[in-house]
């Protein structure tokens, strides 16, 4: 690891490896919180346009037709479909690309809790698509049904970061998962019920570069320039078939592996960019950027270049060719009544949240053997009300199902359901802040365990342990002596043990990073000697605040500093005693999927991002106050 100065000083408590590796989970939920204003200035922008003096010129340039030809094939389709249909592909990639991951490595890695979101998801869908169809059953507005259906991440997530910055996590993943479903059902919506015109000789051709896609994946190290030719081709197939091709782009993304990198992988690259540095050759050099890059899996090398391009220009563009309307005086006398725009706002504003609360309940029923909701009934109705939110898919099928007013119409309803339902959302919460306290423990109670990440519980006879062994919390860390980022935490958990006193327990298990620390698995079992002789801590704390000085002869003057047997301790030491007790710890690590230090594990689960004193503070919070609920302890 690099010492820390500059930027990593910058971010005190957070590797770089923490930062952009460890939680994509939060980057995809901070990303879409960012995006979300940036989303709204470019809806404002695009109603200001299409309504200013001039405003001729937003629909000219957004029907401008653009053609591309290669020989005698050809595509050709106008700006807004272009961004509709070719980069809004990416932005299903990057939701499939999470979805994927949560699947691989989340919560619903646990596949029955797939239960409780994937029939949310449908309640969410089903009750709006009903409420639509029965303001425009048997009128004209009828085929815009699929309009009513999908939540609209980047707006959703966002909206709830704003009224709630406090909110749950597991209400924001919920919300994140039943709105990647959502998405994924509507893309089907598209494929079946909005497209007139299907080439099964297409289909079959996409269909064959999709398998061939997935083959391409047990290929070397050519595959990724190969790969991306073929989904490209995938594209085109799907666009020449009919098909929404956007559609491409969310199959993709469930079809992209997630893993953690893995210490062998990891420590390869070190020895690739070792070679480097002794040799500077481009061979080395390219040898080195692949090992680099094959540590770390597709699914995130590809969310980590493409989100912030979905997120922050595609979304917004999108926004900016679609969502400007002309609005007259007689559009809006003819949308508050209009059985279009009703339709979407309530079938948003109420069905979504009355959809998405009742098909949780049935989920998680006791008599259908169902899994526990992973959120009480109170948040459920919170995330349904943000869910509420319509606008990037609604405005798609919009745009298949309606021209002229009709479109303008469903359009407005869509927007409208950007303002009230986050007001709405709001409302609810503020309700549900006001439920006496004795009633929203009774209703966590209920929710669904965490699924614990440590593979190997806390050994009271074999692990170190500060702290007694009845605490509410325990707060493990896997660490290296030599790891400068280890020294730098050690601080935020004095202060956070002086803070908790007995409520919290610290337990320390050895993770040498030898690639990179050359004197750590000495100074880890130099340690372990010392516990031999009952003074673990002692030299845990020595050997953390002196981690430039861990050579032999340093070490021997600690444990005469300590009071131990030196004669005993060097022995240990020289005949390597205790490095069978450090490679066990090596290897519950490598069970629990951790690579790096320091990884901290609160209850179990293991924690991501910053570790200052203020984050694990709250962290550790979260936690007793969940440990303190009856049958939770």
């Given at each position: 690891?690099?010492?820390?100065?500059?930027?990593?000083?910058?971010?005190?408590?957070?590797?770089?490896?923490?930062?952009?590796?460890?939680?994509?989970?939060?980057?995809?939920?901070?990303?879409?919180?960012?995006?979300?204003?940036?989303?709204?200035?470019?809806?404002?922008?695009?109603?200001?346009?299409?309504?200013?003096?001039?405003?001729?010129?937003?629909?000219?340039?957004?029907?401008?037709?653009?053609?591309?030809?290669?020989?005698?094939?050809?595509?050709?389709?106008?700006?807004?479909?272009w961004?509709?249909?070719?980069?809004?592909?990416?932005?299903?990639?990057?939701?499939?690309?999470?979805?994927?991951?949560?699947?691989?490595?989340?919560?619903?890695?646990?596949?029955?809790?797939?239960?409780?979101p994937?029939?949310?998801?449908?309640?969410?869908?089903?009750?709006?698509?009903?409420?639509?169809?029965?303001?425009?059953?048997?009128g004209?507005?009828?085929?815009?049904?699929?309009?009513?259906?999908?939540t609209?991440?980047?707006?959703?997530?966002?909206?709830?970061?704003?009224f709630?910055?406090?909110?749950?996590?597991?209400?924001?993943?919920f919300?994140?998962?039943?709105?990647?479903?959502d998405?994924?059902?509507?893309?089907?919506?598209?494929?079946?019920?909005?497209?007139?015109?299907?080439?099964?000789?297409?289909?079959?051709?996409?269909?064959?570069?999709?398998?061939?896609?997935?083959?391409?994946?047990y290929?070397?190290?050519?595959?990724?320039p190969?790969?991306?030719?073929?989904?490209v081709?995938?594209?085109?197939?799907?666009?020449?078939?009919?098909?929404?091709?956007?559609?491409?782009?969310?199959a993709v993304?469930?079809?992209?592996?997630a893993?953690?990198?893995?210490?062998?992988?990891?420590?390869?690259?070190?020895?690739?960019?070792?070679?480097?540095?002794?040799?500077?050759?481009p061979?080395?050099?390219?040898?080195?950027?692949?090992?680099?890059?094959?540590?770390?899996?597709p699914?995130?090398?590809?969310?980590?270049?493409?989100?912030?391009?979905?997120?922050?220009?595609?979304?917004?563009?999108?926004?900016?060719?679609?969502?400007g309307?002309?609005?007259?005086?007689?559009?809006?006398?003819?949308?508050?009544?209009?059985?279009?725009?009703?339709?979407?706002?309530?079938?948003?504003?109420?069905?979504k949240?009355?959809?998405?609360?009742?098909?949780?309940w049935?989920?998680s029923?006791?008599?259908?053997?169902?899994?526990?909701?992973?959120?009480?009934?109170?948040?459920?109705?919170?995330?349904?009300?943000?869910?509420?939110?319509?606008?990037?898919?609604?405005?798609?099928?919009s745009?298949?199902?309606?021209?002229?007013?009709r479109?303008?119409?469903?359009?407005?309803?869509?927007?409208?359901?950007?303002?009230?339902?986050?007001l709405?959302?709001?409302?609810?919460?503020?309700?549900?802040?006001?439920?006496?306290s004795?009633?929203?423990?009774?209703?966590?109670?209920?929710?669904?365990?965490d699924?614990?990440?440590?593979?190997?519980?806390?050994?009271?006879?074999?692990?170190?342990?500060?702290?007694?062994?009845?605490?509410?919390?325990?707060?493990?860390?896997?660490?290296?002596?030599?790891?400068p980022?280890?020294?730098?935490?050690?601080?935020?958990?004095?202060?956070?043990?002086?803070?908790?006193?007995?409520?919290?327990?610290?337990?320390?298990?050895?993770?040498?990073?030898?690639?990179?620390?050359?004197?750590?698995?000495?100074?880890?079992?130099?340690?372990e000697?010392?516990?031999?002789?009952?003074?673990?801590?002692?030299?845990?704390?020595?050997l953390?605040?002196?981690?430039?000085?861990l050579?032999?002869?340093?070490?021997?003057?600690?444990?005469?500093?300590l009071?131990?047997?030196t004669?005993?301790?060097?022995e240990?030491?020289?005949?390597?005693?205790?490095?069978?007790?450090?490679?066990?710890?090596v290897s519950?690590?490598?069970?629990?999927?951790?690579?790096?230090?320091?990884?901290?594990?609160?209850?179990?689960?293991?924690?991501?991002?910053?570790?200052?004193?203020?984050?694990?503070?709250?962290?550790?919070?979260?936690?007793?106050?969940?440990?303190?609920?009856?049958?939770?302890?």
């Amino acid at each position: 690891m690099m010492s820390p100065d500059g930027e990593a000083q910058a971010d005190a408590g957070r590797t770089a490896w923490a930062r952009n590796l460890a939680s994509p989970v939060r980057d995809f939920l901070g990303a879409e919180t960012g995006s979300a204003v940036v989303l709204l200035s470019a809806t404002v922008l695009a109603l200001l346009w299409a309504n200013l003096p001039g405003s001729g010129s937003y629909e000219s340039l957004w029907t401008t037709k653009l053609t591309i030809s290669i020989g005698s094939g050809t595509i050709s389709a106008d700006l807004r479909h272009w961004i509709d249909e070719g980069l809004m592909t990416f932005f299903f990639l990057v939701v499939g690309l999470e979805a994927k991951r949560e699947l691989d490595l989340g919560e619903l890695r646990e596949r029955r809790r797939l239960a409780v979101p994937l029939l949310a998801a449908v309640g969410g869908m089903a009750l709006p698509v009903a409420i639509y169809l029965a303001f425009n059953a048997g009128g004209p507005g009828a085929k815009g049904w699929g309009a009513a259906m999908s939540t609209d991440t980047a707006f959703a997530l966002g909206a709830l970061a704003l009224f709630t910055p406090r909110a749950a996590t597991r209400l924001r993943v919920f919300l994140l998962t039943l709105a990647v479903f959502d998405d994924l059902c509507a893309l089907l919506v598209i494929a079946v019920a909005y497209t007139t015109h299907v080439s099964f000789i297409a289909l079959a051709i996409a269909a064959a570069l999709f398998a061939a896609l997935l083959a391409l994946r047990y290929a070397p190290e050519w595959r990724r320039p190969v790969s991306i030719a073929v989904a490209v081709g995938l594209w085109i197939a799907m666009f020449k078939s009919g098909v929404d091709p956007v559609v491409s782009g969310l199959a993709v993304g469930l079809a992209t592996s997630a893993y953690p990198p893995s210490r062998d992988d990891l420590e390869r690259a070190t020895t690739l960019a070792r070679s480097f540095r002794e040799q500077p050759t481009p061979e080395l050099a390219r040898s080195a950027q692949r090992g680099v890059l094959s540590a770390i899996s597709p699914n995130e090398r590809l969310q980590y270049g493409l989100h912030p391009w979905t997120s922050y220009v595609i979304v917004p563009l999108f926004a900016l060719a679609n969502a400007g309307v002309h609005v007259t005086g007689s559009l809006m006398t003819a949308a508050v009544s209009s059985p279009i725009t009703l339709g979407i706002l309530v079938g948003y504003v109420v069905g979504k949240p009355t959809g998405i609360t009742g098909a949780s309940w049935i989920a998680s029923r006791p008599a259908l053997h169902g899994p526990r909701s992973p959120l009480s009934t109170p948040l459920l109705v919170v995330g349904g009300a943000f869910a509420g939110i319509g606008f990037t898919v609604s405005l798609l099928i919009s745009d298949l199902a309606f021209t002229g007013r009709r479109l303008d119409e469903a359009k407005l309803g869509a927007l409208a359901s950007v303002v009230v339902a986050p007001l709405v959302g709001w409302a609810v919460l503020r309700v549900v802040q006001r439920l006496p306290s004795t009633v929203r423990a009774r209703q966590i109670a209920r929710t669904s365990e965490d699924i614990l990440d440590l593979s190997q519980d806390v050994d009271p006879d074999r692990d170190h342990i500060r702290g007694p062994d009845d605490a509410l919390v325990t707060l493990l860390e896997y660490g290296d002596f030599e790891c400068p980022y280890c020294g730098q935490a050690e601080g935020a958990i004095r202060d956070l043990l002086a803070s908790f006193g007995d409520e919290v327990r610290y337990v320390w298990r050895n993770l040498p990073l030898n690639d990179v620390h050359p004197n750590a698995q000495l100074a880890a079992e130099a340690a372990e000697a010392a516990a031999a002789q009952g003074s673990f801590w002692e030299m845990h704390d020595i050997l953390l605040g002196h981690q430039g000085e861990l050579k032999p002869e340093d070490l021997e003057s600690y444990a005469g500093q300590l009071g131990l047997d030196t004669d005993r301790f060097l022995e240990a030491l020289r005949r390597r005693q205790y490095a069978a007790r450090v490679s066990e710890d090596v290897s519950s690590a490598d069970e629990s999927g951790v690579s790096g230090t320091p990884t901290f594990f609160v209850n179990g689960r293991r924690h991501y991002g910053a570790y200052d004193i203020d984050t694990l503070t709250e962290t550790v919070r979260a936690v007793r106050r969940r440990a303190q609920l009856p049958g939770r302890a």
